[in-house]
């Protein structure tokens, strides 16, 4: 393309609402424009890189013997009724009526309908295994739409879906999907890892999240220094240490500490550390059951393991009101002696002795407390959110913590859609069964977004060869010169011709503007046509990456540049 006839929209601005550096510079490198809250437009250059990353995704699911299909995106509300989602989907399904006042939503994922086609279609064994993806727009009304294309309520996503006769074959066509999204996110570029994920409300038993490594990542995850292991912290087990109990050696001892309310505030008033604590922590289930949970005073809750230890959906802190009613006391001063509620502990609480809790009167907690002996605890679970430090539970090693964008989803889905939905298929002893399912999902557009959060610096985007919209830009430093536009010109042909995704700078504006711009949008190699190097019978050739010129022959220049194109991707 000519930059010329192309619409190319930079800012030198740094736009206001935008938050993180791929937010940033996609809308300043012209990718991308806000329609509304979460909802985008993909510009020419930014639409370029979508479709790379979508090509890779198609190449590999193609590869892995998966089928490509198109779905709707608004679907009859009869179906989520069906799965019984229609209820339990919360605020992220956007629902509607069309004229005859019937009831649709927009789809934010696909099992109801590929369930739906599947049931319709497949009658034997013999038609599996069966893997059957879309790349299509979705929608869910997030709650908090930002960062750009990473957390749109419109995005597209890849979302494919396995079929099989049993649990064996469902666990061989999952493997192939985990292989295939290495693939995928390595030809992207990335830095990224699996870890082991929650299956949150979706369903299934298995499940692994894609990583890509940032520090704008909403995720938080761990992995082991010496095993294999990684895992988001949602999910993150503990290691069982056997510990011993220790005997307690200090009496039940009530202590005033006016105003102090936090652990903090309490260790620090007593000189203690915040471990020598036990933070009792009040809350509710969406069933309405009011319960205490201890935990190690520096340790943070992991709601996720809460919710399903009590198999809830979810579960809230009490009120200040309800603290009151609960305790007797002001909230801060809550402990679990003498408590009316049943009380959960984390694991590691069993292993402490002589610990500060709060003593359910204002201004006051207990020194010397003692599980078994001062309070009772109705179960010890693993209750709390691993961190950077903690033993890993799979070996000896011990877990690092990083941040991540999960960028890709591959889940066990087991037969919960199938049974709901009546899939079954005969096996080969002719008895009906349901089918054994998997879904597997990437953000299409957060992957662009992904990769950008890891490769730029002060000037732009330093886009990796295989997503790049463009793979070479050639600027004209003049173009009014009959010589400079012939020999930039003829490159611009040559590299055409053998398949080169080429721009060509020849606006009329000021070099330094070119360069700004050439760097802004990551263009990786960059080639500079000027009177001066023409002389020599040479160009100037730049890559991104490391910024480093040298003067190439002109007779070169397109071979060096096909070749050096294919290598990066290729590696
Ligand atoms: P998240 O926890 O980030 O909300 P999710 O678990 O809801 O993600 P899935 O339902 O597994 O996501 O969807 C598959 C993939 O779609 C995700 O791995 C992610 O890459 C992408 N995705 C999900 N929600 C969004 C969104 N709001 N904007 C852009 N991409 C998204
Ligand atoms: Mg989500």
Redesign the pocket.
């Known amino acids: 393309m000519r930059l010329t006839e192309y619409l190319l929209p930079t800012l030198k601005e740094t736009p206001a609402d935008a938050e993180i550096v791929s937010h940033r510079l996609m809308l300043r490198s012209g990718m991308i424009r806000k329609v509304a809250a ?1 909802i985008y437009t993909y510009l020419p250059l930014g639409l370029r890189s979508v479709r790379k990353v979508e090509q890779i995704v198609r190449e590999e699911m193609d590869r892995a013997g998966a089928m490509e299909l198109l779905m709707p995106m608004v679907l009859p509300a009869e179906l989520w009724q069906e799965s019984g989602r229609w209820e339990q989907y919360g605020k ?1 399904l956007l629902r509607l009526r069309d004229r005859k006042n019937s009831e649709f939503c927009l789809s ?2 696909h099992e109801e309908v590929i369930t739906d086609v599947v049931r319709g279609t497949v009658r034997s064994y013999r038609q599996l295994p069966l893997n059957l993806y879309q790349i299509q727009g ?1 929608f ?1 009304d ?1 709650i908090r ?1 930002r960062f750009g ?5 419109e ?5 494919a879906y396995s079929f099989d006769i049993d649990d064996v074959s469902a666990d061989s066509s999952y493997d192939k999907m985990y292989q295939a999204y290495q693939r995928i996110f390595k030809r992207c570029g990335l830095d990224f890892r699996a870890v082991e ?1 929650d299956t ?1 409300n ?1 369903g299934g038993s298995s ?1 692994h ?2 990583m890509v490594l940032a520090e704008a990542g ?2 938080a995850i761990v992995s082991c220094d010496s095993c294999e292991y990684a895992a988001n912290v949602e999910k993150a087990q503990m290691r069982m240490d056997r510990q011993t109990v220790p005997e307690p050696t200090a009496e039940l001892q009530l202590v005033g500490t006016p105003q102090r309310k936090t652990i903090a505030e309490v260790a620090q008033f007593l000189e203690l550390p915040q471990s020598r604590l036990i933070k009792t922590l009040l809350v509710e289930t969406d069933g309405g059951e009011q319960l205490a949970v201890l935990l190690r005073g520096d340790r943070e809750l992991n709601e996720i393991k809460l919710c399903r230890l009590l198999d809830c959906l979810e579960v809230t802190m009490l009120s200040e009101e309800a603290v009151q009613q609960l305790t007797g006391a002001p909230s801060g001063f809550a402990g679990p002696v003498d408590l009316s509620c049943r009380i959960l502990a984390d694991n590691e609480v069993r292993t402490m002795a002589d610990s500060v809790i709060g003593a359910n009167q204002a201004d006051a907690h207990y020194l010397g407390a003692n599980v078994g002996r001062d309070f009772q605890v109705s179960e010890f679970a693993d209750l709390r959110q691993a961190v950077a430090g903690d033993g890993c539970p799979r070996c000896d090693g011990t877990l690092q913590s990083w941040r991540g ?5 591959v ?1 066990k889905l087991g037969t919960k859609y199938s049974q709901a939905l009546g899939a079954k298929v005969l096996n080969a002893n002719g008895k009906d069964v349901p089918l054994v399912m998997g ?1 597997y ?7 662009v ?1 992904a990769a950008i959060e890891q490769n730029y610096d002060d000037s732009g985007i330093i886009f990796p060869m295989p997503i790049a919209p463009f793979q070479v830009i050639i600027t004209l430093l003049n173009p009014k010169d009959e010589q400079v536009r012939e020999a930039g010109g003829q490159l611009y042909d040559q590299l055409l011709r053998a398949g080169i995704e080429v721009l060509l700078d020849d606006r009329d504006e000021r070099p330094g503007s070119k360069f700004k711009d050439a760097e802004l949008i990551g263009i990786p190699i960059r080639v500079t046509v000027g009177n001066r190097a023409l002389k020599e019978d040479a160009f100037e050739v730049q890559k991104r990456k490391d910024g480093e010129r040298q003067m190439m022959a002109v007779a070169d220049t397109a071979a060096w540049l096909i070749d050096e194109v294919k290598r990066e991707l290729a590696e």
């Open positions: 979460g992220e934010p994922t979705k869910r997030e739409p294309l990473m957390r749109g309520r995005f597209i996503m890849k979302d994920a949150g979706i499940s999240e894609f909403e995720d964008i999960e960028v890709g989803h889940f879904c999902g990437i953000g299409i557009g957060r992957t977004a």
